[in-house]
């Protein structure tokens, strides 16, 4: 099981952090993603986190003002997300990753979600 919290409603340049709980699996054993989906859009990878945490890969569009970690002993990601843009505004999920984080082949359990809304 997977479960999104910390989203919200925040001004443009503003930052929130996300996190998400795991459960019901070995999460250290699991790469992890991050995807977002807009009104109207499909959904986007944001970024994704090796199961030891010491690689992550981001999108073009959030690298450089979102931070993906992870702590494994309490079996929890979080996106950190600062400078934020209107254009973010999205559904925030946590999803397992299929494959391996160099090699990644989707995911196959994602969360509920966050809503994330950025706006003056």
């Known amino acids: 099981q997977l479960v999104e919290c910390g989203g919200g409603l925040v001004q443009p340049g503003g930052s929130l952090s996300l996190s998400c709980a795991a459960s019901?699996?070995?999460?250290?054993?699991?790469?992890m993603t991050w995807v977002r989906q807009a009104p109207g859009k499909g959904v986007e990878f944001v970024s994704r986190i090796n199961g030891g945490g010491g690689s992550t890969t981001y999108a073009d569009f959030v690298k450089g003002r979102f931070t993906m970690s992870r702590d494994n002993a309490k079996n929890t990601l979080y996106l950190q997300m600062n400078s934020l843009k209107p254009e973010d505004t999205a559904v925030y999920y946590c999803?397992?990753?299929?494959?391996?984080?160099?090699?990644?082949?989707?995911?196959?359990?994602r969360g509920p979600g966050t809503q994330v809304t950025v706006s003056s």
């Open positions: 019901g699996f070995t999460f250290s054993n699991w790469a």
């Open positions: 999803a397992r990753t299929v494959g391996t984080f160099v090699s990644p082949q989707g995911y196959d359990y």
